[in-house]
């Protein structure tokens, strides 16, 4: 069974970095790109980051661009989305997706900033 | 303001066939696949319909999409209370080298 955990989230000052993790489960992860999504409070869903399979290729939203870095370690099984210079605009549900139809989808971990 | 347009309501009564559109251009549904997916309260996101038309396993035939030039849409039919949810459509842009969502459409049952 294909199983994604979000993890990481949490309050943070405006400025402030936090590092968030997706680990995988239950397929080859080291075959799939992957792919961050978030969500804020009461709005919809904003695409963030994705990443190839083998992380020769990374790619970003304008809103991230050189604030935001995505990697992965493929002997984990693990997704990481680190979050720097963070802003109140930035509060969002994040959620990991596999692949680029982004068929399967972590929980989602919640990302406050606010001072 | 969201790159792809979808009306942000729709509704219908059980057994009725809704459809929700997505409008896009050249560089986003004109030239790449439209995926669908529908999310419930508080929960994460799922994909229902890929590559403009393809149900993934135990979604039923009673949803559907098409894609036309640079819109596309997804039909109900059958509907049911437990479609009551959000719906969203997404594809990649060729000119913003990025994925881009749907501003979603809450799709009522009444």
């Known amino acids: 069974e294909v199983q994604l955990l979000d993890s990481g989230g949490g309050l943070v000052q405006p400025g402030g970095s936090l590092r968030l993790s997706c680990a995988a489960s239950g397929f080859t992860f080291s075959s799939y790109i992957m792919t961050w999504v978030r969500q804020a409070p009461g709005r919809g869903l904003e695409w963030v980051s994705a990443i190839t399979d083998n992380a020769g290729s990374t790619y970003y939203a304008d809103s991230v661009k050189g604030r935001f870095t995505i990697s992965r370690d493929n002997s984990k099984n693990t997704l990481y989305l680190q979050l720097n210079s963070l802003r109140a605009e930035d509060t969002a549900v994040y959620y990991c997706?596999?692949?680029?139809?982004?068929?399967?989808w972590g929980q989602g971990t919640l990302v406050t900033v606010s001072s | 303001q969201s790159v792809l347009t979808q009306p942000p309501s729709a509704s219908g009564t059980p057994g009725q066939r809704v459809t929700i559109s997505c409008s896009g251009s050249?560089?986003?549904?004109?030239?790449?696949?439209v995926n669908w997916y529908q999310q419930l309260p508080g929960t994460a996101p799922k994909l229902l319909i890929y590559?403009?038309?393809q149900r993934p396993p135990g979604v039923p035939d009673r949803l559907s999409g098409s894609k036309s030039g640079t819109s596309a849409s997804l039909a109900i039919s059958g509907l049911q209370s437990e479609d009551e949810a959000d719906y969203y459509c997404?594809?990649?842009?060729?000119?913003?080298?990025?994925?881009?969502f749907g501003g979603g459409t809450k799709l009522t049952v009444l």
């Open positions: 050249s560089s986003n549904i004109g030239s790449n696949f």
């Open positions: 997404a594809t990649w842009d060729g000119s913003l080298n990025g994925r881009v």
């Open positions: 590559n403009n038309n």
């Open positions: 997706a596999r692949d680029k139809v982004l068929d399967y």
